[in-house]
């Protein structure tokens, strides 16, 4: 049997808490940026957790 590969764009998306939850990046901070208020701005930077209804697609990518 081959080897099971993980997704490579789910692999560069996604990483993995100390607690096990997994963590992503906010989406609409890549550009048209003027319209956006600093604090908006300010808060996509941050980064965001992997909603629990979406966590075992997650990691089927994964493979974890």
């Not at 940026?33 to 994964?62: F, P």
């Amino acid at each position: 049997m081959p080897k099971v590969k993980t997704k490579s764009s789910a692999k560069k998306r996604f990483t993995l808490s100390g607690t096990g939850k997994i963590r992503r990046k906010h989406a609409y901070k890549s550009h048209i940026l003027t319209k956006k208020s600093t604090k908006r701005k300010k808060n996509l930077t941050k980064m965001g957790m992997v909603h629990e209804s979406d966590q075992g697609r997650v990691k089927a990518m994964l493979r974890i």
